[in-house]
């Protein structure tokens, strides 16, 4: 499977692909510092690139054929495409939220490619007991996820720094 973002979403999902079994999994991030939280996570290959360039390197990663699943973990319209056209025909793109797509294209662009399309809100609390088991057993650590730790009055701080790609995910303590 690609995972097309590499935020907080992204590698989270590429934690929860390797926990749920995916033989193998590409991350496509362009920061090295998020490059590595991938690989740790279960990501095989890392894909630098975007649009175009990023889909035929999946494509060669994938012997020609693209990826059976594409998470989409950005929400724009160029990382809609892009998991799109890096997911093989009959292949499935998912995504989680609400993607701000302004050009229809990427329907058309589906159903020319026999690939299917779900999404929806991130249903925490059906998941949550089992995660929270595993991560009191020690078994699952996405804490590489938070890399920068701020009071809470420097909330704004916080979300500047995760807009400037300065951190991924910051934990804000009281």
């Known amino acids: 499977m690609a995972v097309v973002g590499d935020g907080a979403v992204g590698l989270c999902a590429i934690l929860a692909a390797r926990r749920l079994g995916a033989e193998r999994i590409v991350a496509l991030s362009r920061y090295p510092q998020r490059q590595a939280v991938a690989r740790a996570f279960g990501a095989a290959d890392v ?40 997911a093989r025909r009959g292949g499935w793109v998912g995504f989680v939220g609400v993607p701000h797509v302004t050009d229809p294209k990427p329907i058309g662009d589906l159903i020319g490619r026999s690939v299917g399309l779900c999404g929806s809100g991130a249903w925490v609390r059906h998941y949550l007991p089992d995660l929270l088991d595993d991560v009191l057993a020690g078994t699952l650590d996405a804490s590489p996820v938070f890399d920068l730790e701020l009071p809470l009055e420097q909330a704004a701080e916080g979300y500047a720094a995760m807009d400037e790609r300065r951190a991924i995910k910051v934990l804000l303590r009281p």
């Open 47 to 86: 894909v630098a690139e975007r649009g175009r360039a990023a889909v035929a390197a999946v494509r060669d990663l994938t012997g020609g054929r693209g990826a059976p699943h594409v998470l989409q973990c950005v929400g724009t319209q160029e990382s809609l495409e892009t998991a799109i056209h890096s």
